[in-house]
């Protein structure tokens, strides 16, 4: 009897892990998403301009069913990471109307930053120049 009683305490615990196992991971999913949607957008714009006319609107939407699997992906290394409860409190900021901002300016951002950091290392380039 004593055994029944454990196995069942352990089926029942499995299935709460389980559950919070899903949970954590569906948070994570969706923290990928809401960060990355729009950081995405320029570079679906620059990966559509390079396909011929005719073939773009296929094309992205090819891309964009590979979303997904990458916003999965992501999300492993997020939960690395972070915690299931940071992972909510970033959740809770990005419904924030800041954290919608940043989350929305993100794809801008990028490509600045890219471009201030591409600037930046033509000036390293040329400092280490002197000293080589």
Known sequence: MK???VIVVIVCFSFTVKAQDDAFTNDAAKLV???SENAFKPYV?????????EKQAIFKEELIAT???LYNAMAVIYMDTFTHDEIKELLAFYATPVGKKLADKSGELA???MTAGQSWGMKVQEIMAKYK
Not at 45 to 53: N, R, S, V
């Open 111 to 113: 490509q600045k930053g």
């Open 3 to 5: 055994e029944i009683l």
């Open 33 to 35: 998403e809401v960060i």
């Open 45 to 53: 714009a620059q990966f559509t301009a390079m396909i011929p006319a």
């Open 67 to 69: 979303f997904p699997e």
